[in-house]
């Protein structure tokens, strides 16, 4: 499995529970950064094959990291996983329009994301 | 009079006055003309009655003095002598004889005096045998009186001359017409007497000429007034004057006496005096007075034209008639005017209030007089006044509302922040905690003894534990802070769908779940009355399955009531105390210790919540150790609530439906 993942996540807690998880499930997170300005360019710039961004960034909103990196890559570019820490789901609606590929609630387990990720990636 | 109740008041206004003003002057011109009329005709009837008798008696003088005379000429010794004279003249030599001629000569000068001084037209003596044997004028000389009556010749003299032969007293005849002058003439044929014989008669011919002057005299009789002196002469009236209107009528005009005009006539020569309005030969209306003059058979009539009569009771009349012309031309003028002052300002108020109607507000009528109208005017305005203000009020009170609405949008879009940033912020600690002490445990498992082994599991479940309750907290919150609109939902639909939702629990735990089989269809707010049942459902599957003496199980029934409809979820668990009734429904009410239950008490505030924002209630019926029943009731009417069933986002409304299913979708993600 040589898939590139990028996560953009200034939680650290977050982050080193997903890195966990998401290579014992085989991927490699070959990318991270707290800034979402950096991670917009980093996409585009090395169009990984999946981006995970969380919700509340320092100085922006992972829909707007979402949006930006869309725009950046002409439409196509990356699978974008946004990943939030609030239970309000009115967030999955947002998501969807802000042009990710799939939405989920984190947990201390990752259980959504990997499945997310998963489906992602059998999808093509 | 519903027309006249519609008049415009200037309309009402000139029919009363006019009403008022002209009825009793109408009455009082037709009472003064009556009354006037009727002494004019008074008046003029007693003048008349003066007049005619006056008349009468000059007419009746006349002939009365003509009579007198005939008969004391008719006794002179002049008169015997020469009838005695004549009569022998006659029978001794003839009619045309030189003896008689002699003594006719003889004779002449005196009766032509005789003649003048009566006024007679002729003296004419008859022997007995009815031969005319003297004729002062020579006219009737040669005639024979008999002779005439046998060939049927009108003669009124031989008539009378055989009447007074026949009674030996003196006779008068009727009027007769002259053949010559035209002239009415009447004869007096009287007996002459020598001793106790009678020798001859003499007759007078006398002209009706003389009456003429006092019939012609028109003095007290006005323009149109005159006396009418009428002979009975066959059956016909016969004029014997000449008329004022047509001097030639004398012996030529007559009128048939039972004819209209002739009645009074018929009267008047019946001896019946009288008086009254009548038609004279002209057609003409007249006041008329008749009487008879009884001595020649004739009768009077006095008439004056009603015309005349009446006019000056025609002319009160005219003027009357005239000054209720200009009074109607005044009072007119002065109810126009009079309601004009009254409507216009009515007018006036009527124009303002429609320009007030049609908002413009400022508008105030214009106060001119202190009367009624005037007042109301001022009230009016007054209205207007109270009507801004309160208008005024409104658009505060409006803007007010607005801005609270504003403000409750605002502290909406807040909460809606706030619950994003604590279930963001505040679940993060509790993710990284669990998260990485589950790496501990998973990596450094074998450096831990069981003692560290079990304190990593507590840390874990207080973790665990202060998630769960964050997500409670932040559950009750969206609940009273979504509204959705009432529908009509099928509840054993919506029964069996959070059944479903449930079903693995309920498998898990072996719980026989009853559901009565004919729920209703509810008017609510179908999502959350779907947590409702969830909740209480949910809670009832765990309860019951805690009961480790009986099999569990739960029953979903229904009970209808004239006010709401009841449904109850019954279970056969523990029980609860009484005195835990009420407190089960406050939040984070924990009646059992954790190892016994899972979950907070959040299910039931939410439960009661809803059921509160329906304006229903909740109650619980139960005793430890018997099972516990939820009751709850959905109002069936109720109140309509403002749509604030769907929240707005930055970018977008999204329905509760939505917001439902990407809620399912991360509940299933967090299994």
Redesign the interface.
């Known amino acids: 499995m040589d898939k590139k993942i990028f996560i953009v996540e200034d ?1 650290q ?2 982050l ?2 997903a890195k ?1 998880y998401l290579s014992h499930a085989g991927y490699a997170v070959v990318f991270s950064t707290a800034d979402a300005a950096e991670g917009v360019r980093k996409a585009v710039e090395e169009k990984p094959d999946l981006v995970i961004l969380d ?2 960034l320092p100085g922006a909103t992972g829909f707007e990291v979402c949006q930006q990196i869309r725009q950046g890559c002409g439409g196509l570019g990356p699978k974008i996983i946004i990943t ?11 998501a969807r ?1 802000m042009g990710a590929d799939d939405y ?9 994301l990997l ?2 990720v998963k489906r992602i990636f059998s999808e093509g | 009079m519903e027309n006249f109740k519609n008049f415009k008041i200037t309309t009402k206004f000139i029919i009363w006055f006019l009403f008022i003003s002209l009825f009793p002057l109408g009455i009082a011109t037709v009472v003064s003309y009556k009354s006037s009329r009727m002494v004019l005709e008074e008046e003029v009837k007693n003048s008349l009655l003066a007049v005619t008798d006056s008349k009468a008696n000059q007419v009746e003088g006349f002939f009365q003095k003509t009579k007198n005379d005939a008969i004391n000429l008719s006794l002179t010794p002049e008169v015997i002598d020469a009838a005695e004279k004549f009569t022998n003249a006659i029978q001794s030599y003839g009619l045309r004889s030189p003896e008689y001629n002699v003594l006719a000569q003889k004779f002449i000068p005196m009766f032509s005096y005789y003649q003048k001084l009566s006024g007679y037209n002729d003296i004419i003596f008859i022997s007995l045998d009815g031969e005319v044997i003297f004729s002062a004028n020579n006219s009737k000389r040669n005639e024979s009186l008999y002779e005439a009556v046998l060939n049927n010749r009108k003669s009124e003299l031989a008539e009378t001359f055989i009447k007074a032969k026949a009674s030996g007293e003196m006779e008068i005849s009727n009027v007769e017409r002259h053949s010559e002058s035209n002239e009415g003439v009447i004869f007096i044929v009287s007996p002459i007497f020598k001793q106790t014989n009678c020798i001859g008669f003499v007759a007078f011919e006398i002209s009706n000429r003389g009456i003429y002057e006092f019939v012609q005299d028109y003095s007290n009789l006005g323009n149109t007034g005159e006396a009418v002196i009428v002979a009975k002469i066959k059956e016909e009236a016969v004029y014997i004057t000449p008329l004022r209107f047509d001097p030639d009528a004398a012996f030529k005009k007559k009128i048939k006496i039972n004819s209209r005009e002739g009645r009074e006539i018929e009267k008047a020569l019946r001896g019946v005096k009288g008086s009254g309005i009548s038609t004279d030969y002209r057609g003409q209306k007249v006041l008329a007075v008749w009487r008879s003059l009884p001595t020649y058979r004739l009768c009077m009539i006095v008439k004056i034209d009603t015309k005349e009569v009446f006019a000056a009771a025609k002319k009160l009349r005219n003027v009357l008639l005239k000054v209720s012309l200009l009074l109607i031309v005044i009072i007119v003028i002065i109810a126009f005017s009079l309601a004009r002052s009254i409507s216009s300002p009515i007018k006036n108020l009527t124009q303002i209030s429609k320009i007030i109607s049609d908002g413009e507000l400022s508008a105030r009528v214009k106060i001119d007089t202190k009367d009624e109208i005037g007042e109301l005017a001022v009230s009016f305005n007054q209205m207007t006044d109270k009507l801004v203000e309160a208008k005024a009020n409104v658009e505060k009170k409006n803007e007010e509302v607005e801005e609270q609405k504003r403000l409750l949008e605002e502290s909406n879009k807040e909460l ?1 922040n706030f ?3 604590v ?3 505040l ?10 002490v ?2 501990i445990e998973e990596d450094y498992a074998d450096k831990l003894d069981s003692q560290g082994k079990d304190y990593l599991k507590k840390i874990r479940t207080g ?1 665990n534990r202060m998630k769960q309750l964050i ?1 409670d907290l ?2 009750l919150s ?1 609940i009273s802070r979504i509204k959705n609109p009432y529908e009509e939902a099928d509840m054993n639909e919506l029964v069996q769908s959070v059944i479903g939702r449930i079903e693995f629990d309920i498998e898990k735990h072996n719980v026989e779940l009853r559901v009565a089989s004919d729920l209703p269809v509810v008017r609510c707010d179908k999502i959350k009355i779907q947590e409702v049942f969830l909740n209480l459902i949910n809670n009832a599957v765990k309860f019951s399955s805690k009961n480790k003496v009986v099999p569990p199980r739960v029953e979903v029934g229904y009970n209808d009531t004239p006010e709401a409809h009841e449904f109850y979820v019954r279970d056969n668990g523990i029980g609860i105390d009484k005195k835990y009734h009420k407190e089960v429904f406050g939040i984070f009410k924990r009646l059992h210790t954790q190892e016994e239950y899972e979950g907070t008490g959040a299910g039931l505030s939410i439960v009661k919540r809803i059921i509160d924002d329906h304006k229903g209630s909740i109650w619980i019926d139960s005793e430890p150790g018997k099972g516990a029943a939820f009751y709850f009731t959905i109002p069936k009417k109720l109140p309509e609530k403002k749509k604030l069933g769907q929240i707005l ?1 930055d ?2 409304v ?1 329905s509760e439906e ?2 439902k299913n ?2 399912e ?2 509940d299933i ?3």
């Open positions: 939680n807690d977050d080193i529970i966990r919700t509340l939030t820490g609030s239970i309000d789901a009115v967030d999955a609606v947002k329009k989920c609630a984190k947990t201390s387990d990752c259980a959504p499945e997310a | 809606d619950v994003y940033t279930s963001h912020d679940r993060a600690p509790l993710r990284g905690i669990d998260g990485l589950k790496f973790a997500d932040l559950a969206r986002l970018d977008g999204v939505e917001l990407a809620l979708k991360q993600k967090e299994v």
